[in-house]
């Protein structure tokens, strides 16, 4: 096993991607989604952590959070995330469920990759950078032809703050040249 090193800053703003197993395509499923958000809703009452950014794709999870000044602890957030959806994605369908290897021989199910990918965000330019990425993926992976008509993105919520235009990031505009954010 491998000692991976995650990067801990105590009220750090990180960026983040989680994939579901094999980029099965979960969340294009409503109640998926509805597990979703209610499991982040769960563990953001004991890890209050603001959720900056937020993109929802069919087989993976783009998001930026800022954690409280007395927070690192990610890893455990994202740990009971995924265990809350699991536990009732699991009751509510059979659906990407059944364990596989050594996913059997320790008891878990086929619904997430393992790990996630994180990244420490240095300041506003990695933090803008890093959310035009979020928000251009729908793009990038063809679900839309511009950011605006992707429903699952904190995109409308920053166009009603006046950060992007409501025409940003047609499919004539290049974004997301970040390399290696774990796509």
């Given at each position: 096993m491998s000692n991976y090193r995650r990067v801990r800053s105590?009220?750090?703003t990180y960026f983040f991607t989680v994939v579901t197993f094999l980029r099965r395509?979960?969340?294009?499923?409503?109640?998926?989604r509805l597990c979703l958000r209610e499991a982040i809703s769960e563990v953001r009452i004991g890890s209050p952590f603001t959720i900056d950014g937020?993109?929802?794709?069919?087989d993976h999870i783009?998001?930026?959070w800022t954690l409280p000044e007395s927070d690192t602890n990610y890893s455990q957030c994202w740990a009971a995330i995924k265990?809350?959806?699991?536990?009732?994605?699991?009751r509510s369908t059979e659906k990407y469920?059944?364990?596989?290897?050594s996913r059997s021989e320790r008891?878990?199910?086929?619904?997430?990759?393992?790990?996630?990918w994180e990244h420490l965000i240095r300041d506003e330019d990695d933090f803008k950078q890093h959310l035009d990425y979020i928000h251009y993926n729908p793009v990038k992976h063809g679900h839309v032809k511009s950011v605006m008509g992707w429903p699952w993105s904190s995109f409308h919520r920053y166009v009603r703050h006046g950060v992007y235009a409501l025409d940003w990031g047609g499919s004539n505009q290049a974004k997301?040249?970040?390399g290696a954010t774990g796509e």
């Open positions: 105590s009220g750090g395509p979960l969340f294009a499923d409503e109640f998926a937020f993109c929802l794709l069919p783009h998001t930026i265990g809350h959806f699991s536990r009732k994605y699991r469920t059944r364990a596989v290897g008891g878990e199910v086929t619904i997430w990759q393992r790990r996630f997301g040249g970040l």
